[in-house]
């Protein structure tokens, strides 16, 4: 005789589980892809385990490229080739190097070209495995704004030659080159005359470009290191440093 043994079990719970954690884990990535920054995690080993579609737009590798493959893709030399062993360092001494700490670095995009990026690094950990996950954002427009920033403090907007804030900077450093060497340089004080006419009669288009072209004159007349700066209006120096004045 055969005898069948009809064993049933209610997998309701483990189906309902299942399910809430695929909801859960679709809803997390559902915000991991509306984010501004691009968020990239990382294995012990180093693979990349996920990456955002802020991430995709930034490096411009899709996921599907970069899941599973070592994070130093996404880094340029020095730091490409040396990563696995800034891991293994981490592995065997726990010295945080990065970790906790934003900085500021260089990121590569699929295509090789380099830019920008600020990163903060943090780290989980889940039945004793670490697993890494850093925060991306390209800081290029603020590099940008920053340098143009800086060049309407220090250069002059129409002719781009020094403006008085930064030779007064430069005579400084002359100054104390110069206490320090014994040796003598040159301050030259020069204006245009009757400039006001030129605008007044070819109106200022034509006298902003005699400007440009005065500046660019000054500046072939001088050595590599010397400076021509524009004070306003038609008024420029030159500051010649000790041993321009030789021969």
Do not use: C
Not at 20 to 26: E, H, M, N, P, T
Not at 49 to 57: Q, V
Not at 77 to 106: A, C
């Amino acid at each position: 005789y055969t005898h069948w043994v009809s064993v049933q079990r209610d997998i309701t719970e483990r189906v309902h589980a299942k399910n809430a954690l695929r909801a859960s884990l679709q809803h997390t990535q559902a915000i991991l892809d509306n984010m501004a920054d691009g968020v990239v995690t990382i294995g012990p080993d180093g693979l990349v385990r996920t990456f955002n579609k802020a991430a995709t737009a930034m490096f411009g590798y899709s996921a599907e490229e970069v899941v599973g493959h070592n994070v130093s893709m996404l880094m340029p030399e020095p730091h490409r080739s040396q990563h696995d062993g800034y891991l293994e360092h981490y592995r065997h001494t726990g010295e945080e190097r990065v970790i906790g700490r934003p900085r500021e670095l260089e990121g590569r995009r699929k295509d090789g070209s380099t830019f920008p990026m600020n990163l903060s690094v943090t780290q989980t950990v889940h039945l004793g495995e670490a697993t890494f996950i850093g925060l991306v954002r390209d800081i290029t427009q603020r590099r940008s704004d920053e340098e143009e920033i800086r060049r309407l403090a220090f250069y002059d907007g129409l002719t781009g030659l020094p403006n008085r804030r930064l030779l007064a900077d430069h005579l400084r450093h002359a100054l104390a080159a110069s206490s320090r060497s014994g040796l003598y340089g040159a301050v030259m004080f020069l204006d245009l005359d009757h400039f006001k006419q030129v605008n007044d009669t070819q109106g200022h288009a034509v006298g902003d470009d005699l400007l440009q072209q005065v500046a660019q004159r000054l500046q072939m007349a001088v050595r590599e290191g010397d400076t021509v700066a524009r004070l306003g209006g038609d008024e420029f120096v030159l500051m010649l440093e000790a041993g321009a004045l030789d021969g």
